[in-house]
């Protein structure tokens, strides 16, 4: 089976800090595809970065960072200079070419002031 | 590039009745996707296509459920003898085929079974 597991249901974090949402999956496949999804508050899913598995060198979006570590499976996003309008859901996903995402349930990201 | 465009985006309906949901993808894109999602959960994969061809379907898509692309653009999804868990936000993605696997999602349709 293809899971995707984001242990952290809540964080929260202040404006202007950094946070990071955590991400684990698992495939006996090498060649695939990783992505950070935005959701939020009754609006639409939106990408916020995404990284091929063949690549070693992470992908950063502006403030968003990722922190892709292939051997362990795992698939960390950085969120510097929070900013109020950050808060949302997060999924993490991954797919391999040609077939449809799997999901893990999400991590609420709170920002406070 | 008007986005993933999705409709309606709220359908209320009685238990028993047949709904239709419609998805308009970006223009160029030739895979489209419908994933369900449940509340406090990930959306989940139904089914999705290449063109007009129809290539997957999850073992959540019921024999109650069934999607059409027919000219390759526009889908539709359609329950029939809807239940209340049925219940969920419908997504629609599309994407390239040769787009680096990178899915754009519609706004969803939000369906409440009474």
């Known amino acids: 089976a293809q899971t995707v597991t984001q242990s952290q249901p809540e964080m929260s974090v202040q404006e202007a800090e950094t946070v990071t949402l955590s991400c684990t999956y698992d495939?006996?496949?090498?060649?695939?595809?990783l992505f950070w999804y935005k959701q939020p508050p009754s609006r639409q899913m939106i990408l916020v970065i995404r990284q091929e598995a063949y690549k070693q060198q992470n992908a950063t979006e502006n403030r968003f960072s990722v922190n892709f570590q292939k051997a362990a499976k795992s698939f960390s996003l950085k969120i510097s200079d929070s900013q109020l309008g950050d808060a949302a859901m997060y999924f993490c996903a991954y797919a391999h070419p040609g077939y449809a995402l799997n999901f893990g349930k999400g991590t609420s990201l709170l920002v406070t002031p | 590039d008007t986005g993933v465009s999705q409709d309606p985006r709220h359908k209320i309906t009685k238990r028993g009745q047949n709904v239709t949901f419609r998805c308009d993808p970006i223009?160029?894109?030739?895979?489209l996707y419908w994933y369900r999602q449940t509340l406090g959960q990930g959306p989940e994969f139904l089914t999705y296509?290449?063109?007009?061809?129809?290539?997957?379907k999850s073992r959540l898509l019921s024999d109650r459920f069934s999607a059409e692309r027919p000219k390759g653009s526009f889908s539709t999804l359609e329950i029939q003898r809807t239940e209340q868990g049925d219940s969920a936000m419908y997504l629609c993605?599309?994407?390239?085929?040769?787009?680096?696997?990178?899915?754009?999602f519609g706004p969803g349709t939000r369906l409440l079974v009474l």
């Open positions: 296509f290449q063109n007009e061809a129809q290539l997957e």
């Open positions: 495939t006996s496949e090498s060649d695939y595809y």
């Open positions: 223009s160029e894109h030739n895979r």
């Open positions: 993605a599309s994407s390239l085929v040769e787009g680096r696997e990178t899915q754009y």
